[in-house]
């Protein structure tokens, strides 16, 4: 974007070349059963543990080339291989980790203070909070990295 604007405006630059991350994107977060969909599903079965989270994305994933499965079956691990190289990922608590929402009876809270400063900082989380009772829905770690993921990519597809 801002090197076609160098380009218009007559700016002397050098070309910088990108690498396309749609892939990694992919993987975690766009595809159906992307990473963080695995996430949220496994959340929701009150049986569920890391082990049975991790046995789910390795199933759903092997056969992705950005996706590493570790050698061993006993590891709560996964891979992804970035831009920057490969990253793993250990498992445990992340079930337990994506239940926890910044609590409900602090956020109702929210409304009333007169700290101009508070309201605004969790005017999105009231806004998603209400979605999540209508809904009847909670709203999860994964689902608020995942919202601003997607206003990111947003953001930068202007």
Known sequence: MEQEEYTKEGINWEKISFIDNQATLNLIAQKPMNILALVDEQSKFPKATDKTLVSRLHQQHEKNADYLKPRSDMS?????????GVVFYDCKGFIEKNKDSFSG????????????????????????????????????????FKKSLDLLMKTLGE
Do not use: W, Y
């Not at 709560?76 to 970035?82: E, Q, V």
């Not at 203070?113 to 605004?120: P, Q």
């Open 76 to 84: 709560t691990a996964f891979g992804i291989r970035h831009f920057a």
């Open 105 to 144: 009876d602090l956020l109702a809270l929210m409304p009333t203070t007169k700290n101009k400063f508070l309201n605004t900082l969790f005017t999105e989380d009231l806004k998603m909070m209400g979605k999540e009772q209508n809904n009847k829905k909670s709203v999860t770690l994964s689902s608020q």
